[in-house]
């Protein structure tokens, strides 16, 4: 499946960095890339890289091997019904980014055996860095290994069971912007303290991207890493204790189990 050619149905901002992301990679040549949108003038960036661009789906489903769906939750049951004759088992494989779509709906809405997979990234995509957990149904080992591959060209893929999917958007997806709250707190703490913005910013982002490192390069537990900077009576230990008064931990994990309830209501 290697020289696969790829149709991204739907070309907003995940779509596009999608395909931007398997360009930069050299996963596949920007002519084997097939990216829609009702406004295609819209799509003049990635038509520069390479990439050809069109508002026929139909047209661009026909002429591609793997389908990635980054449609609006909204337009997913519209979009799809109207190209189901379009989709033909032995040649296809469906792959759907979209949020709180199941394989189950997409098995309903095009309903002819295709494989399905579902994906989800975060933001980070468009770097080249999420975390996507992947699921599928009715793919070879073949077809999960190329999904597998694809999605790891743009960060770490996992596969996960489809019950999980929800926590998965909530950790992966959700938890970018939790991260970056984190961030955005510790450059008005380092205000506060004396540096100017752009450098506190730069010192918290960078401090953060370094313990994501050790933990990921390493294969260690954050609590390895914390106790290298803890000494007894410090400054680090005094500040994390004040933090865990404060309900640091706490509201971080109730934050996650609010979103996850939010998302299945």
Excluded: W
Excluded at 38 to 51: C, D, F, M, Y
Excluded at 246 to 261: P, R
């Amino acid at each position: 499946m290697k020289n696969s050619k790829i149709a991204i149905i739907g070309g907003g901002n995940l779509g596009a960095a999608i395909a931007e992301g398997l360009i930069k990679s050299k996963f596949v040549a920007a002519g084997n890339i097939t990216v829609t949108r009702r406004n295609v003038e819209a799509l003049q960036p990635l038509k520069t890289l390479g990439v050809n661009v069109t508002s026929d789906n139909a047209a661009a489903i026909r002429n591609s091997d793997v389908i990635i769906v980054a449609l609006k939750p909204y337009n997913v049951r519209e979009v799809l019904g109207g190209l189901k004759e379009n989709f033909k088992p032995a040649k296809h494989i469906v792959i759907s980014v979209v949020t709180g779509v199941l394989i189950k709906d997409l098995a309903e809405i095009i309903d002819n055996g295709v494989p399905l997979f579902r994906a989800m990234p975060n933001t980070a995509i468009a770097i080249q860095e999420s975390v996507t957990c992947l699921c599928q149904q009715g793919a070879s080992d073949e077809q999960v290994e190329y999904v597998t591959d694809l999605f790891s060209q743009l960060g770490v893929s996992i596969s996960i069971d489809e019950k999980l999917m929800d926590a998965a958007t909530v950790l992966g997806a959700c938890g970018i912007a939790y991260a970056l709250r984190f961030i955005r707190a510790s450059t008005q703490g380092g205000i506060q303290i004396g540096f100017d913005a752009k450098t506190a910013n730069l010192i918290a982002a960078q401090t953060v991207k370094g313990a994501a490192e050790l933990l990921l390069k390493l294969n260690r537990h954050p609590e390895e890493e914390i106790d290298k900077v803890t000494t007894p009576k410090g400054c680090t230990i005094a500040g994390l204790n004040e933090m865990e008064h404060q309900g640091f931990s706490s509201s971080l994990i109730k934050g996650i189990v609010v979103s996850y309830d939010k998302i299945g209501k």
